[in-house]
């Protein structure tokens, strides 16, 4: 589970996914699956959470990895990119961005 706090070193990254409503569980399988089966075996993976709104047109993933370097080797790895492929087909659009937490109440 991510446990945020402004004093921890990791690299946070928020990805968000626009996609309609017929798609978003398959997509959301999709993500759950790249967890479970490959991301959090890579090195560097701390923790994860996905995020879904109430009309289902929207994901977002917050994770947390020790550098940011991790995150950017996994997403480099052929298997990742193939994935990231079949997912973009399911969604309108997705951006990966990475954060530094500076508060927290």
């Given at each position: 589970m991510p446990r945020i706090a402004s004093s921890a070193t990791c690299q946070t990254v928020i990805t968000?996914?626009?996609m309609t409503p017929g798609t978003c569980q398959d997509l959301l399988e999709a993500l759950t699956d790249a967890y479970a089966v490959f991301i959090s075996e890579q090195p560097g993976f701390i923790a994860a959470g996905l995020h879904v709104n109430d009309a289902q047109t929207r994901i977002a993933?917050?994770?947390q990895w020790e550098k940011r370097e991790d995150f950017q080797a996994m997403l480099r790895t052929p298997e990742m990119r193939e994935r990231n492929r079949?997912?973009?087909e399911m969604c309108k659009s997705f951006e990966p961005v990475m954060y530094d937490v500076v508060a927290t109440f």
């Open positions: 968000t996914f626009e993933n917050y994770s079949k997912m973009a």
